[in-house]
């Protein structure tokens, strides 16, 4: 579709070489001279209240450097347990030490005594009153409780009426709901549009189910990794594995209370993030802190089992769900009521139980959502964060109302999708995007319109919606005398995105490829940049490195018009050299003399510089189709077919992008087929890749990507972010085509073969 | 701890090593040596970031103590590129895009070359089944798939 010549085509990226090679440094490559290895202490127990810590046998450990608890956070802030711990694996203190195996050792030499308390795993269980309490006594009012009592506020503040009778009667009926005050409540949060209870009533079919998301985790393959130094000037150096690491900076300062111009942190080569790469305290405080005290480098590195029991994955939720329309396929009305677990902390994206609404046009929604406490470690986001969970309750949903009005599973979606210039909830109206478009190319791609399956064979579709989020970002471009651009900025690179500025700035300055090249700075040198996560680094950086682009262009054309005697508007930049478009014979001059002439001139070298901060993003939308066969006696599921499309707004680079929907989809695939956390009566009982089973290539056939081009206004040649929205319709997806080929309707992920077999003994009921 | 005499053949070089006997192949590898190419993903022999191939076979260089590795030829991903030119393996997942963050593909790379130099014959399926000890968070394996597929036509054709 372009005529573009760098940006549109699928390009090695600028990282291949060291990638493929071993020469990329992560972050537990980083080995400065005289390093120490750290190790955290961790919780034994779920819940328990700490009695004491000794740590008197662990210093007599030869090669023991320091080790520090609580005591040892000047400011105070949480980094360490001290009167009471709340899950398993909540660190207490750490150790460092010359090596690895002796800082494990000085770590087991660590005494705690421990007054172990009642656990709580379950949301369910945690919001009643019979349930250990992890932070007080507060309790918060489920859905009808909130209604009732703001109807009795309403009355109460009427001076006009006397009304004590009918509130009276509310106060009665607000008794029938005791079991909606709910406690062990993080957070909460409510939306509605419309009459839900009047759009059930005028359906004609109205499906309510309660659907069951596990706690998973992002499993980005490198674990969390920190490497800090502390010089005796107090300046701190952090080589980081992070998505962003202007926002660890700024949270080692404020954990630690330290200004940030002390505090340098190097963003090393990221081995995966997914949203969980985010955390501050997870080991780069607890690395700068036994820098501190030991005067030494400091490494604290995580294990696998530390990632499972105190990395912060994705969370896990209970949704009841239910949906109303008429029988010729209108969506009426929606309401859900979710309860996500949070862990010890709040912060679980709750925010997204949203998403139920999807892409259409629903007149009626009421959602109540709540963050619950449990004894598991904190979540963060992962991939989407919270859609893929909301949009498999409403996915799975939209199936069984188009199954029992009886019409196509695809055309039923397709009719009740959203339009451009449809008012859109949250306020303004739908923009332009390829909701339709996407949804029929992946329906096309994958055979659906003439479909077949044989016995126990089934057929699943389903579409996932998200919008690229957008940040500040500052980016540097140099020409130099040999025709070359040098880009630089601060963004961490996800997979590809250095790829796609780059390409971006060889389109503008129409300088080769590969005679561009991109450095990163660390947070001294490079100008601030949002973290690398919410699908916004292309958007973002895409845009900031275009103005970087054009900005270095104006000084080109400005140059050249001073040295070939001419105007600027006779000028053309192509094929990296500024031609007299007018000249007769031709004339020009090469971006390396420009470069080299720039150095003596009064405004000097060739530096472009990009900043930018927000335009409203577009909505994308990813849909999915899947062609399974279940076997009946062992219950195992097969892929055979798994097809992915997405709108993309414009691909940057396609093999990038293509590479962002397999990944995606195969992560959504594993989230609903093998994924769980799983808790006992003491916390996470599987906290390794024997028993949390990822995915390997033996697991699935190859996943077909379909890339949709629908532009959007903002974005860098209209590309959109790409890397969230492949993982969010996949779940649902899985489960339709299992409802498709044996009749069970799975309400509880993952579908396990054991779930199946259940289910297809009491002829489908109970999965 | 008491230390070991160990000598290793790395990439072609030898190393006379004096290293503890709890020490793994993968810590030798990359805390003695300095070879941190190869990389831990789980320390369990789950994930296969940590593949050598040692005396011709892809091991999980975590799950192997260095004190036993004595003698033997090891190969690692630093070298596998020989005068400058990458391996057909390392050009294959470049030209395909078979990775994306990075870390598991030292492990993928030489995984792939011990099953190709055993046998490059595979079917898609066969190779999908022999790569089930690595793991790859970021693609999905179809590109990983496309790139040794790839490497082995090349590999094919060209002995």
């Known amino acids: 579709m372009s005529d573009y010549s760098v940006v549109g085509k699928k390009l090695p990226r600028v990282d291949a070489v060291e990638k493929v090679t071993g020469a990329a440094q992560y972050g537990a490559d980083v080995h400065p001279a005289g390093m120490l290895y750290g190790k955290i202490v961790r919780s034994k127990h779920a819940h328990a209240k700490i009695l004491s810590i000794d740590t008197s046998e662990a210093e007599k450990l030869p090669g023991v450097r320091a080790i520090i608890t609580q005591d040892d956070v000047p400011s105070g802030r949480r980094v360490f347990a001290t009167d009471k711990v709340l899950y398993l694996g909540e660190p207490l203190a750490a150790v460092a030490a010359t090596d690895a195996d002796v800082a494990e050792e000085a770590a087991e030499l660590i005494k705690i005594e421990y007054e172990v308390l009642p656990v709580v795993q379950d949301v369910m269980e945690s919001i009643k009153s019979s349930a250990p309490r992890l932070h007080g006594d507060e309790t918060k009012d489920g859905p009808n409780r909130r209604d009732i009592n703001a109807k009795i506020k309403e009355l109460s503040s009427d001076q006009e009426d006397d009304n004590s009778d009918t509130i009276r009667k509310l106060k009665a009926e607000l008794e029938q709901y005791s079991d909606e005050v709910y406690y062990n409540i993080s957070a909460e949060t409510h939306n509605e549009a419309g009459d839900v209870e009047k759009g059930f009533a005028e359906s004609d079919v109205v499906?309510?189910?309660?659907?069951?998301?596990?706690?998973?985790?992002?499993?980005?393959?490198?674990?969390?990794?920190?490497?800090?130094?502390?010089?005796?000037?107090?300046?701190?150096?952090?080589?980081?594995?992070?998505?962003?690491?202007?926002?660890?900076?700024?949270?080692?300062?404020?954990?630690?209370?330290?200004?940030?111009?002390?505090?340098?942190?190097?963003?090393?080569?990221?081995?995966?993030?997914?949203?969980?790469?985010?955390?501050?305290?997870?080991?780069?405080?607890?690395?700068?802190?036994?820098?501190?005290?030991?005067?030494?480098?400091?490494?604290?590195?995580?294990?696998?089992?530390?990632?499972?029991l105190d990395g912060r994955p994705a969370p896990g939720c209970v949704i009841k769900i239910k949906t109303g329309a008429t029988k010729d396929g209108h969506i009426l009305a929606r309401q859900a009521l979710a309860f996500w677990d949070s862990g010890s902390v709040s912060g679980a994206s709750i925010g997204s139980t949203i998403r139920v609404r999807g892409v259409y046009k629903i007149p009626n929604i009421k959602i109540d959502a709540y963050g619950v406490h449990t004894n598991k470690s904190g979540t963060a986001a992962y991939r989407a964060p919270g859609a893929p969970q909301a949009i498999f309750a409403g996915e799975s949903q939209l199936d069984d109302i188009a199954e029992q009005i009886g019409m196509d599973p695809v055309k039923f979606r397709l009719m009740n999708m959203r339009e451009e210039g449809d008012a859109v909830p949250a306020g303004g109206s739908e923009p332009k995007?390829?909701?339709?478009?996407?949804?029929?190319?992946?329906?096309?791609?994958?055979?659906?319109?003439?479909?077949?399956?044989?016995?126990?064979?089934?057929?699943?579709?389903?579409?996932?919606?998200?919008?690229?989020?957008?940040?500040?970002?500052?980016?540097?471009?140099?020409?130099?005398?040999?025709?070359?651009?040098?880009?630089?900025?601060?963004?961490?690179?996800?997979?590809?995105?250095?790829?796609?500025?780059?390409?971006?700035?060889?389109?503008?300055?129409?300088?080769?490829y590969e005679n561009v090249t991109i450095r990163r700075g660390d947070t001294d040198s490079a100008p601030y940049s949002t973290g690398s996560g919410g699908s916004v680094v292309t958007f973002t950086m895409g845009n900031t490195a275009k103005l970087a682009a054009e900005d270095a262009r104006r000084r080109i054309l400005e140059l050249a018009a001073e040295r070939l005697n001419t105007n600027e508007d006779n000028l053309e930049l192509k094929d990296g050299a500024v031609h007299i478009v007018t000249a007769d014979p031709p004339k020009s001059i090469s971006l390396g003399e420009l470069a080299a002439y720039s150095l003596s001139t009064t405004g000097g070298p060739i530096v472009g510089k990009g900043s930018f901060a927000r335009q409203p993003s577009t909505p994308a939308l990813a849909a999915q189709i899947a062609k399974v066969e279940v076997d009946p006696d062992t219950g195992r599921t097969r892929v055979l077919k798994l097809v992915a499309s997405q709108d993309v707004g414009f691909a940057i680079n396609p093999m990038a992008v293509e590479g962002q929907i397999e990944g995606g989809t195969v992560q959504g695939y594993a989230w609903a087929m093998m994924e769980e956390m799983q808790y006992g009566d003491n916390g996470n009982i599987n906290p390794g890749f024997v028993d949390y089973r990822v995915p390997t290539s033996a697991d699935l056939p190859t996943v077909e990507s379909v890339i949709v081009e629908v532009p959007a206004p903002n974005g860098p040649y209209g590309a959109k972010g790409v890397g969230e929205p492949p993982i969010t319709p996949t779940l649902a997806t899985m489960a339709n085509a299992v409802k498709d080929a044996v009749g069970i309707r799975v309400t509880e992920l993952p579908i396990k073969p054991e779930k199946v077999v259940e289910a297809l003994k009491n002829n489908g009921h109970g999965a | 701890m008491a230390k070991h005499p160990v000598s290793l053949k790395v990439n072609g070089d030898e190393h006379d090593l004096l290293i503890e006997p709890r020490k793994t192949l993968l810590a030798v590898l990359r805390d003695t040596i300095g070879l941190t190419g190869t990389k831990e993903g789980c320390s369990t022999g789950d994930c296969g970031a940590c593949t050598v191939i040692v005396d011709g076979k892809a091991v999980t260089s975590c799950m192997v103590l260095g004190v036993t590795a004595s003698g033997k030829e090891i190969t690692t991903i630093e070298g596998?590129?020989?005068?400058?030119?990458?391996?057909?393996?390392?050009?294959?997942?470049?030209?395909?895009?078979?990775?994306?963050?990075?870390?598991?593909?030292?492990?993928?790379?030489?995984?792939?070359?011990?099953?190709?130099?055993?046998?490059?014959?595979?079917?898609?399926?066969?190779?999908?089944?022999?790569?089930?000890?690595?793991?790859?968070?970021?693609?999905?394996?179809?590109?990983?798939?496309?790139?040794?597929?790839?490497?082995?036509?090349e590999i094919r054709t060209n002995s």
């Open chain 2, 80 to 153: 596998l590129a020989s005068d400058g030119e990458l391996h057909p393996i390392q050009q294959a997942f470049i030209d395909t895009g078979g990775y994306q963050c990075g870390f598991c593909t030292p492990g993928f790379i030489m995984a792939s070359k011990a099953l190709v130099d055993e046998n490059p014959d595979r079917t898609e399926e066969e190779f999908r089944f022999a790569l089930g000890g690595n793991i790859c968070r970021c693609t999905g394996y179809t590109k990983i798939l496309e790139a040794v597929l790839q490497a082995a036509e």
């Open chain 1, 433 to 512: 995007v390829g909701y339709k478009e996407t949804l029929e190319a992946v329906a096309d791609a994958a055979g659906w319109w003439d479909r077949e399956a044989d016995d126990n064979q089934g057929w699943g579709v389903a579409i996932g919606d998200w919008t690229n989020g957008c940040g500040p970002g500052g980016v540097y471009v140099s020409v130099h005398e040999d025709g070359s651009a040098r880009i630089f900025h601060g963004s961490m690179d996800i997979t590809g995105t250095d790829t796609a500025i780059t390409q971006i700035i060889a389109e503008i300055l129409t300088v080769p």
């Open chain 1, 207 to 308: 499906v309510e189910d309660t659907y069951v998301i596990p706690r998973v985790h992002q499993t980005y393959m490198e674990p969390h990794v920190s490497v800090a130094s502390a010089d005796s000037s107090g300046k701190i150096t952090v080589w980081a594995s992070t998505q962003g690491p202007f926002a660890i900076r700024s949270g080692i300062a404020g954990t630690l209370g330290i200004p940030l111009t002390q505090i340098n942190v190097i963003g090393t080569t990221m081995g995966g993030g997914f949203g969980g790469r985010f955390g501050v305290i997870i080991t780069h405080v607890p690395a700068v802190l036994l820098s501190q005290k030991s005067g030494r480098p400091v490494r604290v590195q995580m294990t696998r089992e530390e990632e499972f």
